[in-house]
């Protein structure tokens, strides 16, 4: 039986240091400046809106819609976290994709034969333009609509990890030094 050499050894572990670096990369993680949607997880308390100010691995700081205070919030006691994708713009493109598509189809169908020919020049391609720009506009205006009603996006995220090594100093003085290990 063959024994591993350091090279070998450390190979293996960088491959699997990136491999478990491959599968966390999905994970949508909390930001300062993010807007997110918190779920206390006390019952009956409704989710809170706003922008993160300060954030720690066990502390989410945010300012609520509206400008009201800074609220805390600990991990231990979130249910969940959203964070916001923004609003969708999907249905706006397909309808202005759409709508071209259309007017352009429009655009043929009303020269077809020589109902386009005025004094000898062919004015398919000016028709075919035309109706392909309005289809467009109406399209786009169509999905803008629906965008709209859908509204706001959200994706579960989760609050950043701990730092390998941490030195936190609390209010009272007390000075705390914590390590962290990930396997």
């Known amino acids: 039986m063959r024994r591993f050499s350091i090279r070998t050894a450390c190979s293996v572990a960088l491959l699997l240091a990136c491999a478990s670096a491959l599968s966390a990369s999905d994970t949508t993680l909390v930001s300062q400046g993010a807007r997110v949607k918190v779920f206390p997880a006390m019952t009956g308390a409704e989710p809170v809106i706003g922008e993160v100010v300060k954030l720690a691995y066990d502390t989410l700081v945010i300012v609520p819609k509206g ?93 950043p990890p701990p730092p390998p090594v941490a030195l936190n100093v609390g209010q009272d003085g007390s000075v705390r030094l914590a390590f962290s290990i990930r396997l």
């Open 67 to 159: 400008n009201g205070s800074a609220q805390t919030f600990y991990s231990s006691d979130l249910r969940k976290i959203e964070v916001s994708q923004g609003k969708g713009k999907t249905y706006t493109v397909i309808g202005f994709l759409g709508g071209i598509a259309v007017g352009a189809g429009v655009g043929i169908a009303t020269c077809s034969g020589d109902k386009c020919d005025l004094y000898g020049s062919d004015l398919t391609v000016l028709s075919v333009l035309t109706h392909a720009g309005i289809g467009g506009l109406v399209g786009a205006g169509i999905g803008a609509l629906i965008d709209l009603s859908i509204g706001e996006r959200w994706k579960e995220a989760d609050m």
